[in-house]
């Protein structure tokens, strides 16, 4: 895409009058995604179409808040998202998320007992989606029969989350989202304990507080982005390695480059493969392209991301090579408030299956891995695996 240019025209789904736009160079991508005085995540205002009303049309009207329909930090900028991240921040300090390394090491180790003697797993159903939303789900205090069915729902929001006209299909997923936090809510409310939703629902900051549909979208915001795309990278980041084996064998040979390796498993195939849609909020030329006021743009990740005027043979996975940028966890005031945790995970989850089943291999022909390619992520379903 980038020999097309760095600002690429496509069909806007929304609405044929309007102009839509791809961002496939670093630069770029990193000018539009910091620039929240002239693009927005929320089109309010700026067009006639309002990607979250469409949404909403395939909903009954009884449809309960989520992340995606209620008032989360991910679709509003400027004091409104200032506010929202400040309430939950805290919780999410580099600092506060090594504590939690001694926890997590033990969940993964947990994980890895029960399949060790079998000599064969399915790294997404046994490691990869277990390890992180047991995590998450520890933190907001979800009860262990819960996690399935949340996984279940947000594996389906993932993938059905597309760029314009929502797929109805997400629409049981988000209402059983939304429904199932609330209730969860109301018992924390009578049973208080000590974890994240209790503290959400008590927590004051200068004498703000969260209301109930800000309260139910974070939580939602929270189980779903707190397991999905790290499930993600853990699997495809397991099959990046089994692809170059040269690779696995480097890192294999010295497990302190694991922290350096995720970095550059994010980079050269990472879970989001773009962020967005940003709208523009006044006319704009970048790169000799007139960006008309109300236009939308979608960040391609993934090509920015293998950039060759910033990394050197960008399409060859490095794990030894020492990055300064990707836009993996995104840019600007948007930029992943989870990201900590995720390096954390992705630490534990790659250096403790490398030393406990070095000797792992795929167990399925290479064209027969089922994935699924979504607009935003990726993510694969199954990677069957004997060690
Ligand atoms: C936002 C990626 C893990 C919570 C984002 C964004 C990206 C991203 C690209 C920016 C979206 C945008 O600008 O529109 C990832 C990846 C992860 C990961 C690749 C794992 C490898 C996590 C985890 C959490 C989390 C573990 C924990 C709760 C969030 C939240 C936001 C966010 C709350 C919204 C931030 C805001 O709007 O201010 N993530 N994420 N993410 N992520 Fe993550």
New binding site residues.
């Given amino acids: 895409l980038r020999s097309i240019g760095s600002v690429v025209s496509v069909p806007n789904p929304m609405d044929s009058n309007k102009q839509a736009w791809m961002i496939t160079d670093m630069d770029e991508a990193m000018n539009v ?1 910091k620039d929240n005085k002239r693009f927005t ?1 929320d089109p309010k205002g700026l067009e006639d179409n309002n990607l979250r009303e469409d949404l909403a049309n395939n909903l009954d009207s009884s449809t309960p808040d989520t992340f995606f329909t209620g008032n ?3 679709f509003v900028d400027g004091v409104d ?1 200032k506010r929202l ?1 400040k309430l ?1 921040s805290r919780a ?1 300090t580099p600092k506060y998320m090594e504590e939690l390394r001694p926890r997590v090491q033990q969940i993964a180790d947990e994980l890895l007992d029960q399949v060790i003697e079998e000599g064969a797993m399915d790294i997404v159903k046994d490691y990869a989606y277990p390890l ?1 939303i047991n995590v ?1 789900s520890e933190m907001l205090g979800v009860p262990t029969s819960d996690r399935k069915d949340l996984q279940t729902w947000s594996s389906a929001i993932a993938k059905g989350l597309g760029w314009g006209r929502q797929d109805p299909s997400i629409a049981y997923s988000l209402n059983s989202f939304g429904n199932y936090t609330k209730q969860l809510v109301e018992e924390k409310r009578k049973n208080p304990g000590n974890d994240l939703i209790s503290q959400l629902i008590i927590i004051e900051e200068e004498g703000d507080r969260l209301s109930e549909s800000e309260l139910i979208s974070m939580i939602t ?2 189980i779903f ?3 999905e ?2 499930s ?2 853990i699997a495809t980041g397991t099959m990046m390695l089994l692809d170059h084996p040269k690779q696995l064998e480097h890192l294999k040979s010295d497990l302190g480059l694991v922290p350096t390796a995720v970095e550059e498993l ?1 980079r050269f195939n ?3 493969t773009s ?2 849609p940003r709208f523009a909020k006044e006319d704009i030329i970048i790169n000799n392209q007139k960006i008309n006021k109300g236009d939308m743009l979608l960040v391609l ?1 993934k090509s920015a991301n293998r950039d060759e005027q910033k990394f050197y043979q960008p399409d060859e996975l490095n794990v030894m090579r020492e990055i300064d940028r990707h ?13 900590p ?2 390096r954390i ?2 630490d534990i989850a790659f250096t403790t299956m490398l030393r406990r089943i070095p000797n792992i291999e795929l167990n399925v022909k290479r064209d027969e891995l089922d994935w699924d390619i979504a607009l935003s992520s990726q993510s694969l379903n199954s990677l069957p695996v004997t060690f």
Avoid: D, Y
């Fill in positions: 995604l995540v989360s930090m991910l998202h991240r939950v999410f992180p998450i915001l929270l982005a707190g397991h795309t790290t993600n990278l994010l990472g879970p989001s962020v967005g990740v836009l993996a966890f995104g840019q600007g005031i948007h930029m992943c408030l989870g990201a945790l995720a995970e992705g």
